[in-house]
């Protein structure tokens, strides 16, 4: 695929009236573990400017953003503060300059009230007592001038909606002089009225000659309170300062996507067209894993889902679309409102894990180290732990037998170093998703569900994954896969559903799709061209 | 890469096509040692202590046997503590279900049954309690410290309403019988034998059998186990079952020790057992931790206990050292740990 033609960056003249911007980040460079998530990004953002940064997810935003906000160190790179070198070691310092920064998952303190988040580490104090009554009244003033007057500063946090837990935290970054607000995806959690609410908000402060870093899928909220736009793709900046109301949705999508790393995806089996025919045509073969009418209450709307075996499904849609959470209903780790999961034909007991794990349903979770790996263990514990019984004789372990079983799978699998007593934590991303796979593996899974299995992997660790997962699909097992990154669910899959909110927007073989399609159902919900 | 190369070559070599990777059938044996071993260093300082102090009365049989003898009660106890502290929990009320098991058990009504029925006693409120336990925290709404906490003040309680605040002593020969102190078994003290018994096996039991592994998987990560396909409530449940099975033995061990049956029975016996775990390496946070270190643990601490008598200090004195065992354990593994 061909990156689009490039569109002539709009050269915008620098504000007259102003020598320096007000915030300049250049050649910041961020490598964790094995991925390097920024390499040289530079970024300018003038006071009283709506400045969007756009990019796929893994593209770099929510570490650039953490770099700004002080929580995370560049390896390199210089920011510049209204002209002067600063260097942000801490949260607090980049408060002090004026940062505030609004991120997707509140940092609020759920049984502490409004009035007490608002002033969390900025206490309304004389030494040491908090002067309880000024605190209130100066947050009521700050709810006021925020639109949302109706918010009782006394309630805790936890009790208010999550459109009223986002305004206590603005609220909360208003309470200091601020001169630059980060917001990562304000709108995700807001009805349409209160997206209309938060744009009067982000025009008051600009008017104030406040800066605002807006960072939002939804291109149509840019074009709406943006000025500028800034893409981001595998930690580079694609193109910087673009001006928002005028770039076309076509350009912005082929600057997301157009990539320099090409992945090797492996080549499908020739089988599948016929497959697909006889799904059209003749009686197909009975799927592996069927979901009915699956639904869950502020989820994702009811679904109907099948997988065969040998085939790869895939879930694509933004984080918040439902497809994590349709994947842990599947595995038995969600109870679902209604509809049912059968495997082989018969129905699953709702919201049990331990019956799906016995039926042959393996889940790699989203949250690797949370969700799935046992960090103080060695690997073949890792790998052992869903088949423990089958190196047992009355609750006895045959710990030579388990070693042996799961150093065979490890070795399947490329295990890298290829040492069964080493303990996961060492291991990088792509290895200990490895080790997940192992444990399904050994566990003789049916239908193996995947979410994000390459997150954290670095780019070279990838391919061999997706060779992996090609691999254990050819054997016979189903798989169901979930990622934001376009391009893999397009290069692995057989099959693609797009989610959009919850919701099935659309259903095609992958090889009828491309990622500026998938994109645009992803974020427009209606297809383009 | 985080053991001490080396310290394994007396293990036999892998099977053939292993191409670096050193040979350690012996999972982790290497790791644990070292912390083990520094516990064991502590154990022979104390001795020598008391060897230096008090010559002619510590390194004597009998005082040795002593030793063992009052490790044995708080050891059993601290084994099925263990347990529960490694599969993510926390018990405190076994110095209560101690002292309600042992009151019950030497009941008038239950001596009539004779031995078998005071033991069976014991044992059935000491699983009671740990059912109760067990299904409120693993089936309810309740966390572990404040389940525990609630079954420390009841238990302690019932055992003061049964015995109506006296010492129901013991009037059954065959179980005074055992308890006294010229009895052997293969030339060991019975209890003593038995907390071998149970320590052996709670070692069996944590590293060589599906529950022990099971334990030390919910421990480390219960939303991983769940996802797993582990029953974790199941396990958390079985695990206070075999922490109140504990008390049960102890609480029995204790009538014969004592002749007796006490409501003050077992006091603080809970933060014994803690601290025995904590200072044998168990993690407080679970998923880590060994039986063997907790018999180091309690033995650290019984010796320290008769070498301060005998050398005639305080018991206030003998706490504050308490304590800073415990800190400095704690910063020893910390030590360890950032390296």
């Known amino acids: ?529 | 890469m985080l053991s001490s190369p080396g310290s394994d070559a007396v293990k036999e070599p892998a099977p053939p096509p292993t191409q670096r990777s050193p040979a350690r059938r012996g999972i982790s044996a290497p790791r644990i040692g070292v912390r083990h071993l520094s516990l064991l260093g502590v154990l022979v300082a104390l001795v020598a202590v008391g060897a230096i102090t008090r010559p002619e009365q510590f390194l004597t049989g009998d005082n040795l046997q002593l030793i063992l003898t009052q490790s044995s009660v708080i050891g059993v106890v601290t084994v099925g503590v263990t347990f529960v502290i490694i599969g993510g929990g926390i018990d405190l009320s076994v110095g209560a279900i101690v002292a309600l098991a042992s009151v019950w058990a030497t009941t008038v009504a239950t001596q009539e049954y004779g031995l078998g029925g005071m033991l069976l006693c014991a044992l059935c409120v000491g699983l009671g309690c740990g059912l109760v336990n067990g299904v409120l925290i693993a089936y309810g709404p309740m966390v572990p410290f404040i389940a525990t906490l609630a079954m420390l003040a009841s238990a302690r309680g019932l055992a003061l309403l049964i015995s109506d605040g006296k010492t129901q002593v013991v009037t059954v020969d065959s179980v005074l019988g055992l308890g006294v102190s010229d009895s052997y078994v293969l030339g060991v003290p019975p209890l003593v034998l038995v907390f071998a018994t149970v320590a052996v096996l709670g070692w069996l039991v944590l590293g060589r059998t599906t529950f022990g592994r099971r334990t030390v998987a919910v421990g480390g990560n219960a939303e991983a186990s769940r996802l797993a396909g582990i029953a974790v409530r199941r396990q958390r449940l079985l695990l206070y079952l075999l922490s109140g099975l504990c008390c049960g033995i102890a609480a029995f061990m204790l009538i014969v020790l004592t002749g007796s049956g006490q409501n003050t029975n077992g006091n603080l016996y809970e933060l014994d057992a803690i601290a025995a775990a904590i200072i044998g390496g168990t993690l407080l946070s679970g998923g880590r931790g060994t039986i063997t270190g907790s018999v180091l643990g309690v033995l650290v601490f019984t010796t320290i206990t008769n070498l301060f008598a005998l050398n005639n200090l305080q018991s206030d004195v003998q706490q504050i050292a308490k304590g800073a065992i415990i800190v400095a354990a704690v910063l020893v593994q910390k030590g360890r740990k950032t390296q």
């Open chain 1, 1 to 529: 695929m061909a990156p689009p033609a490039r569109p002539a960056p709009a050269e915008e003249p620098p504000p007259p009236d102003r020598q320096f911007p007000l915030l300049s980040m250049s050649g910041i460079t961020k490598t964790f573990p094995g991925v390097r998530a920024l390499d040289g990004v530079d970024l300018d953002v003038e006071a009283g400017e709506v400045h969007c940064l756009l990019g796929q997810n893994g593209a770099g935003k929510s570490t650039l953003i953490k770099v700004l906000a002080g929580a995370h160190q560049p390896d390199a790179g210089e920011i510049r503060w209204k002209g002067r070198p600063v260097r942000l070691h801490t949260p607090v310092a980049a408060m002090r300059l004026g940062v505030a920064t609004i991120y997707q998952e509140l940092d609020l303190v759920r049984h502490l009230s409004v009035t007490e988040n608002i002033f969390l580490g900025n206490e309304v104090a004389v030494r040491g007592f908090i002067r309880a009554r000024d605190a209130r009244r100066r947050a009521a003033e700050l709810l006021r001038r925020l639109g949302h007057p109706e918010i009782d500063p006394d309630v805790p946090v936890g009790a208010l909606p999550a459109a009223g837990q986002q305004i206590v935290s603005m609220a909360r970054a208003l309470s200091h002089d601020v001169r630059l607000i980060v917001m990562d995806e304000p709108s995700a959690a807001l009805d349409p009225d209160e997206v209309d609410n938060l744009f009067r908000i982000v025009g008051d402060l600009t008017a104030d000659g406040v800066a605002v870093v807006y960072i939002s899928h939804r291109l149509e909220e840019i074009r709406r309170i943006g000025d500028r736009v800034s893409v981001l793709k595998d930690g580079r900046v694609a193109a910087a300062g673009l001006p928002a109301r005028t770039t076309t949705t076509a350009d912005l999508v082929a600057l997301m996507t157009g990539r320099d790393v090409q992945y090797a995806f492996p080549e499908r089996p020739v089988s599948t067209e016929p497959l697909e025919d006889r799904v059209l045509h003749a009686a197909p073969p009975p799927p592996v894993l069927c979901a009915e009418k699956l639904a869950r209450q502020g989820e994702f709307a009811p679904l109907d889902l099948e997988v065969r075996r040998g085939e790869i499904v895939g879930l694509a849609g933004l984080v918040g679309s439902g497809r994590s959470e349709i994947l842990e209903t599947l595995s038995g780790a969600r109870r679902p409102t209604s509809g049912r999961v059968l495997v082989e034909g018969r129905p699953l007991r709702p919201g049990d894990v331990t019956a799906a794990v016995r039926v042959g349903i393996g889940l790699a979770p989203e949250e690797r180290k949370a969700q799935a790996l046992l960090m103080l263990e060695s690997v073949t514990r890792n790998v052992s732990v869903s088949a423990l019984p089958r190196f047992s004789r009355g609750g006895w372990l045959d710990r030579r037998a388990e070693r042996a079983a799961a150093r065979a799978r490890t070795r399947d699998l490329a295990l890298h170093p290829d040492d069964p007593d080493r303990p996961v934590r060492t291991l990088s991303g792509g290895n200990q998703q490895k080790v997940v796979l192992a444990r399904w593996l050994l566990r003789d899974c049916k239908v193996l569900l995947l979410d994000e299995p390459t997150r954290g992997v670095d780019v070279g660790a990838r391919a061999e994954l997706y060779a992996v997962i090609r691999r254990l699909a050819d054997s016979g097992v189903a798989i169901l896969l979930v990622s934001s990154e376009v391009p893999e669910v397009l290069g692995l899959a057989d099959r693609v559903l797009v989610l959009r909110e919850g919701r099935v927007v659309h259903t095609a073989p992958a090889r009828e799709l491309d990622e500026h399609r998938v994109l645009d159902l992803v974020m427009e919900g209606s297809p383009s061209c």
